[in-house]
């Protein structure tokens, strides 16, 4: 009960649904089907039940918005009913869904969210199992949203109240090491301080899905790439409850909420340190050199990172840093940029190459779209690059044939004089026994 109003989601799932093309399929004439049955019996029903309106989604409604009122009193409760395919079926709250369940999600989604609803049980217990003490400061949140920004804004495109929610227990996570004893006033500073800068806001979990699929993995990178805020729902990844809100209106009342009495803390230092994204995992990669993974804020400057492979590998010469996305190009990294201005927020591979005054960076790039940077003298020989290949586990040099720009390379020319130029890419292709096949 919030300001003497109550708002109630009833989810039907529905047996005669499937599968999430089903649903998308027939949610339209169900939904009527409902409303017409509804008004047909609304005598027989022990309560007054009246369709407001449908709450329509880009293409059909997806659900109906419903006052049902007692016969005996005038209390109104509005309530929304929703249809969802039940994707969960008999699924064990302590263990993660299936991960076929979500690339089903993600190969059927046509716009954000459409099938949140069928992911109903996991939003709740997401919520419904955290600490007493972290619920009631989700209450003070709720209740500043809406005594001082619902009201105030009404019919503007604001957040969600599940949006706050989530952000609360992002920065609980974050700013306490999930301890269920903490300082209310605290915890309530961090949030505002979160939502005045939003624009920085990156949030996702892994509880109910991960980077382990493909599909799934592939997925949440692009997600994380799209303009910020950006707060993925912990069970549908395709919901990113941060897009096309008023953001900027809740910023401005969470500063005038911080400049308040209320707020001000004897020593600020000592409240909770929340930074607007989860620490990246960074795993480096080295020819010649052992793996080695550490975490950084993705809002910190690359040079940062620069400076601390320098020191533990021992370059000595120029280091150049790069990544490649799934199905991308190799990319360099600005030691003046961060790995937030690359869109980076999850596990990232960084490959490192270290080269010295005579030498230009080329990227080598196999059938599977995977490249790979070479240290070389523009004046060296397709002969030496191909030496390199080899002896970095790569093919034989006589199972080596090199293209660029769909051009063959013979092993006399130089790259000087084949005009490939530094960060330039080449193309290798494994040929075996007169045939060319592709390299695995």
């Not at 302590?94 to 989604?109: G, H, Q, R, T």
């Not at 960084?350 to 004046?379: C, W």
């Not at 191909?386 to 720009?405: D, T």
Request: glycine content about 6%; hydrophobic content about 35%; some cysteine.
């Amino acid at each position: 009960m919030l300001n003497h109003s109550s708002d109630v989601d009833m989810v039907l799932f529905l047996s005669c649904f499937t599968s999430f093309k089903q649903q998308a399929d027939f949610l339209g004439p169900i939904v009527d089907f409902i409303e017409k049955r509804l008004d047909h019996c609304s005598e027989s029903l022990a309560y007054n039940i009246t369709v407001a309106h449908h709450i329509p989604g880009p293409r059909t409604p997806r659900s109906l918005n419903v006052q049902v009122q007692s016969k005996k009193n005038s209390d109104i409760i509005h309530m929304d009913v929703v249809l969802a395919f039940d994707a969960l079926g008999s699924f064990c709250p302590d263990s993660k869904p299936a991960p076929k369940i979500y690339e089903d999600l993600i190969n059927s989604c046509r716009y954000p969210g459409e099938f949140s609803p069928s992911f109903t049980v996991l939003r709740r217990d997401f919520v419904k199992r955290r600490p007493i003490k972290l619920k009631n400061l989700l209450r003070l949140v709720k209740f500043w949203y809406l005594k001082y920004v619902k009201s105030q804004y009404q019919g503007a495109a604001l957040p969600s109240k599940y949006a706050l929610e989530l952000l609360t227990i992002y920065a609980w996570e974050i700013g306490t090491d999930q301890q269920e004893n903490f300082n209310m006033n605290e915890g309530f500073v961090a949030v505002m301080t979160l939502l005045r800068d939003y624009e920085g806001i990156c949030i996702y979990w892994t509880k109910y899905y991960d980077f382990q699929s493909e599909i799934v993995r592939n997925y949440i990178k692009q997600q994380l790439k799209k303009s910020r805020p950006i707060i993925l729902d912990p069970a549908d990844p395709t919901n990113n409850l941060g897009k096309g809100r008023r953001w900027d209106l809740v910023a401005r009342e969470a500063v005038w909420c911080l400049q308040q009495v209320c707020c001000w803390t004897e020593d600020p230092s000592q409240g909770w340190h929340v930074q607007q994204a989860r620490d990246v995992q960074v795993t480096v990669k080295q020819t010649g050199k052992e793996d080695w993974t550490f975490s950084v804020n993705p809002y910190s400057p690359i040079w940062r990172i620069k400076a601390d492979i320098k020191m533990r590998n021992g370059i000595l010469g120029n280091q150049h840093l790069s990544f490649q996305e799934p199905g991308g190009e190799r990319q360099l990294l600005s030691g003046q940029k961060t790995l937030a201005c690359y869109g980076i927020f999850s596990k990232v591979n960084i490959r490192v190459l270290e080269t010295f005054f005579y030498q230009i960076q080329v990227f080598v790039k196999d059938s599977t779209g995977q490249s790979r940077p070479y240290a070389i003298n523009p004046y060296g020989t397709i002969l030496v690059l191909k030496e390199q290949i080899n002896k970095a586990g790569g093919p034989l040099v006589e199972e080596q044939l090199l293209k660029f720009r769909g051009r063959k390379l013979s092993n006399h020319q130089n790259l000087a004089d084949l005009q490939i130029k530094d960060c330039d890419t080449i193309v290798l292709i494994r040929r075996l026994k007169g045939l060319i096949v592709p390299l695995i």
